[in-house]
């Protein structure tokens, strides 16, 4: 069984910047993403990262501000946002799952409890 713990997120001014970590126990090798929730909004995703770090792919949205790395060595997972912006506001999960990269989250098995992302201008 895999779990998912997510730390990070925060209260941060517009044009700010916030480090999502998201930290995994259990059998991890797997391709990880991120998704995000705003209220009143359907689940998008946000980006991935393949089982070793090789490839990453974005939304359009955050493309140029996000960054995905992992850190095998230490079963984490982590989303530098930079750039922030008020619609970046959302609660932002990790998944794991996909032996490849994905944006599907169907295609992911385990989901973090989410930790809430709030920019203002």
């Known amino acids: 069984q895999v779990q998912l713990v997510e730390s990070g997120g925060g209260l941060v001014q517009a044009g700010g910047s916030l480090r999502l970590a998201c930290a995994a126990t259990g059998r991890t090798v797997f391709a990880m993403g991120w998704f995000r929730q705003a209220p009143g909004k359907e689940r998008e995703f946000v980006g991935t990262?393949?089982?070793?770090?090789?490839?990453?792919y974005y939304a359009d949205s955050v493309k140029g501000r996000f960054t995905i790395s992992r850190d095998n060595a230490k079963n984490t997972v982590y989303l530098q946002m930079n750039s922030l912006k008020p619609d970046d506001t959302a609660v932002y999960y990790c998944a794991a799952g996909p032996l490849t990269v994905t944006r599907r989250p169907t295609e992911y098995d385990y989901w973090g409890q989410g930790t809430q992302v709030t920019v203002f201008s």
């Open positions: 990262i393949s089982r070793y770090g090789s490839s990453t």
